[in-house]
């Protein structure tokens, strides 16, 4: 049976849907693989749950929005850009391939441009081949990856920075400094990193108690960088000893203090 | 409302044919078999037509025989049907919020017309990812507002006054706001008006009269507003005079019509350095008085500190028309006077302005084109006599022409104080530094935020019968929730789940409307009225704590699970 991608939109209703609907009225076709959820606008799109279709087996997600600068909402589709940059960074981050995930502006006229970006990305996805979290044995490794990313995602840390991100380039942090799009860019790529990595640990003691060096093997990381998010977690109340096996402490997740 | 919350839901789920719309390649009593199997799905049934009047009172007989709370009609699309099901629901006593709408036409059988199978494989999806948003609906209200018929109008120039006179004509009272001691504005310092060269002043004076005689204008000078709270229909105004003493009043609607001054090219081509290089606007001030002394040569020199490669990058747009129009008023004195006008384009776009352009010509007056990038020079001799140096580029050669009074045309821009004015109304500024329209074409002098609207020169570089026309667009544009005197906003808001807030402040600063503040307990609160629905303080705030009504996040994944063919969790 040939591979038939389940790819799940999500729309905003003034531009993106309109040129949805722009193209059944012009009578264009395009693959029936695509299920539209309807936002009012693109900026409604929540990392969470996309990252949440991801996990649950999605083999695509295609975000719409208006063209900048004709979004109704004034710049509700600059910050779907902003978390669409985020959730692909995180992405990056797990085994799950960053072509998944796509956002693409389409205005109310432009029927036959909503239907050859469904077109493409069917055929994009078609390429990367069924989600590995598909079906009922979804990849255990990349679920984790995927799952961890959706908890970097739920963390107010890096919801902070991304919230604020707009704001610090266009007015300035509470100094009055602005700050450049590089300077953002690293501070984000840090606060992924060290979100990701610290979600994958506390998800993997949070299923059974495991010592900095099995986590180190785990996550393919050296044990200083792991001890160093470790030290960290304790002292946030996140994780705590669960036992000392030989002189090496086992960790494992505390339910509290997320 | 409470007790329709607890209600098990029971969907009713009616399929449309659409004629053969639908139905010609949609297998649609296959899908409404499938319906009927879906959880909290009741009823449901096949139509013809919908949206005919029959199709309307089955949707109304269905909820009344088989007591649904939850109605999902699978046809067109919401943007053009789903007010009048919502109205057939309304009508049946299910509140219209309860209302949901799967697109199997013009996102399924239109753009599926060869593949019939996949086609109604994706309808069974659709009405699937509908019964799952259904079951989680609540319903909501439409906050109803009284709207207080009176304007607020800031600045009391040509634009300001002719929009107080034209609300004032349609039975509304209206508050004049002017900073300065007298109305008038710029026309108050101008001479002449283009093209039909009558007196600036007798325009303004029949104007500034009527305003002065109308018993529903107040006029309050020497004043600034200092702030202003609430929303549309519900303005609450504090204003300030010069004597520090304040006043408050209500207004239902807001115009900024607070225009523009020009621009002082201080430093530029020896302005401020020699007594003979002046701006138009002073030329005109000596016209008008009658104190310009006869001049040998007069070179106008356009586009000073305008069209720049950065910051005031913009055409002031009315530079090129006075410059012609003051070049004609010096020939008109003295016909043997020359006068050179050193330009880098001219545009004379408007209603009898190219046939201006074209007497200046005949006339006498001189064009030359410069490029921006070899501007003129102005130099002082010995005896402090000018000349300004300019590459000619049709004769690829420097002229020097000698002049006694040089003219810098400059550009209105924006006033120092708008920022503080646009942080008070919660408006923006764009980045010329002028007031931002919500849309430049189709919504060209309404803000984002209701009841407040923009004209004139406060909005862009415009001449007077361009500042009139504005300005009776924005009467008319804040007479209709005026006249209307209530108001139903928006029900789908968003809601801030108090107990989870963090008081981060991350969704007030980002909310395009201004809609959310904290409250005295440290928390955000949203005020419906002004939210406009678009979600994104939903998604972005950090601690998860703000709901998108009619799109909250349960509802969302809910649909998005159904499409994948999974239960929510």
Redo the contacts between chains.
């Keep these: 049976m040939t591979f038939e991608p ?1 790819i ?1 939109g ?1 729309l905003c ?1 003034w531009c993106s ?2 040129g ?2 722009l ?3 012009s ?4 693959p ?1 693989n695509i ?7 693109s ?7 996309v990252l ?2 991801l996990a ?3 083999d695509g997600v295609l975000v719409m929005g208006c063209h900048i600068g004709d979004c ?5 589709n600059l ?1 779907a850009e902003r ?1 669409i940059n985020v959730l692909k960074k995180l992405l990056a981050r797990t085994s799950l391939e960053v072509g998944r995930l796509r956002l693409e502006w389409v205005s109310a006229s432009e029927g036959g441009r909503f ?1 050859e970006l469904v077109k493409d990305f069917v055929e994009q996805i078609k390429a990367l081949g069924p989600s590995p979290l598909a079906g009922d044995k979804p990849d255990k490794n990349i679920l984790a990856g995927v799952l961890a990313a959706k908890a970097a995602a ?1 963390d ?2 890096l ?2 920075l ?3 991100e ?2 610090m380039i266009d ?1 300035g942090n509470v100094y009055g400094e602005k700050v450049s799009e590089e300077e953002l860019d690293k501070i984000l790529n840090e606060v992924i990193d060290t979100e990701f990595v610290r979600n994958r640990i506390y998800l993997l003691v949070k299923e059974k108690p495991l010592s900095v060096k099995e986590l180190s093997e785990r996550l393919d990381l050296d044990s200083k960088t792991v001890l160093r998010h470790v030290v960290v977690m304790r002292r946030r109340g996140l994780i705590t000893v669960d036992r000392v096996e030989g002189t090496s402490p086992l960790y494992t997740a505390l339910e509290v203090g997320r | 409302m409470e007790s329709m919350e607890e209600e098990t839901p029971r969907i009713g789920v009616f399929v449309c044919h659409c004629g053969i719309n639908i139905g010609g390649v949609v297998n649609v009593p296959e899908v409404v078999e499938y319906a009927k199997k879906l959880p909290c799905v009741v009823y449901a049934e096949e139509n013809l037509y919908t949206c005919s009047s029959e199709g309307i009172s089955k949707i109304k007989e269905g909820i009344a025989k088989y007591n649904l709370n939850r109605v999902i009609v699978a046809s067109c ?3 053009t049907h789903e007010p009048l099901f919502r109205g057939a629901c309304e009508e049946a006593g299910v509140n219209k919020y309860l209302f949901e709408m799967a ?1 199997i ?11 019939p199978e ?2 109604t ?2 309808a069974k ?2 009405v699937r ?1 509908a019964v799952a948003k259904s079951r989680l609906l609540k319903p909501l209200e439409e906050p109803e507002i009284d709207v207080t018929p009176s304007a607020l109008v800031i600045g009391g120039g040509i634009s300001g006054m002719t929009a107080a006179l034209c609300l004032s004509n349609q039975g509304f009272k209206v508050h004049i706001v002017e900073k300065e001691p007298e109305l008038g504005g710029m026309l108050g310092h101008l001479y002449k008006l283009y093209p039909t060269m009558q007196d600036a002043s007798e325009s303004l004076n029949h104007v500034v009269n009527s305003v002065k005689s109308n018993k529903s204008i107040e006029v309050l000078t020497s004043t600034v507003v200092k702030q202003v709270k609430g929303f549309i229909g519900n303005f609450e105004v504090t204003v300030q005079k010069a004597n520090d003493e304040t006043a408050n009043f209500e207004a239902g609607t807001i115009i900024v019509a607070t225009g523009a001054p020009i621009f002082e090219p201080v430093g530029m081509y020896g302005y401020g350095e020699y007594d003979n290089v002046i701006t138009q606007l002073r030329l005109e001030q000596l016209l008008k008085d009658g104190q310009l002394k006869k001049p040998e040569s007069v070179v106008m020199i356009q586009c000073v500190g305008a069209r720049e490669k950065e910051g005031r990058t913009y055409c002031s747009r009315i530079c090129c028309m006075t410059a012609i129009k003051n070049a004609l008023l010096i020939k008109d004195l003295h016909p043997d006077t020359d006068v050179y006008i050193l330009f880098r384009e001219l545009q004379t776009y408007g209603k009898h302005y190219e046939e201006h352009y074209r007497t200046a010509q005949d006339k006498g007056v001189k064009f030359v084109k410069y490029l921006q990038e070899k501007s003129p020079r102005v130099v002082s001799g010995k005896n402090g006599e000018l000349t300004v140096n300019v590459y000619h580029a049709l004769l690829n050669e420097e002229l020097k022409i000698g002049s006694d009074l040089v003219v810098l045309s400059t550009p209105l821009i924006q006033h120092e104080d708008a920022r503080e004015l646009s942080q008070i109304l919660k408006v923006p500024l764009g980045p010329d530094g002028f007031f931002f329209e ?1 849309h430049v074409k189709l919504r060209p002098i309404d803000f ?1 935020t209701d009841g407040i609207y923009v004209c004139g020169t406060a909005h862009s570089p415009k001449d007077t019968p361009e500042s009139v026309s504005q300005a009776f667009g924005v009467a008319s544009r804040a007479a209709i929730p005026m006249a209307l005197k209530r108001l139903r906003t928006e029900a ?1 808001t968003a809601v801030v789940h108090e107990n989870l807030c ?1 008081g ?1 402040g ?2 007030v ?2 909310c ?1 409307y201004g809609a959310i503040e904290k409250d005295e307990k440290g928390v955000a609160r949203v005020t419906e009225v002004v939210c ?5 303080c ?7 704590a703000i709901e ?1 009504r009619h ?1 909250t ?1 349960e509802q ?2 809910a ?3 159904a ?4 239960t929510s969790a």
């Excluded at chain 1, 009578?27 to 395009?30: E, G």
């Design positions: 389940r799940v999500f209703n849907y309109a949805a609907d193209a059944g009225v009578r264009i076709s395009y029936t299920r539209i959820i309807r936002l009012m606008c900026g409604r799109v929540e990392p969470v749950i949440e279709t649950q087996g999605a109704h909402y004034i710049s509700g910050y978390k239907a739920e107010f840390r919801r902070l991304v919230g604020r707009k704001t007015d | 699309t919401p943007r697109n036409r013009d996102q399924c059988s239109w753009a599926h017309m060869h593949e996949g086609a494989e994706k999806d659709l990812m919500v984002a789908i963090s981060c991350t969704c600063k980002l395009p406009k629905g678009c979600g994104v939903a998604a972005t705030c950090p601690e998860r998108m799109f996040s969302v994944m649909q998005a699970l499409a994948l063919g999974r």
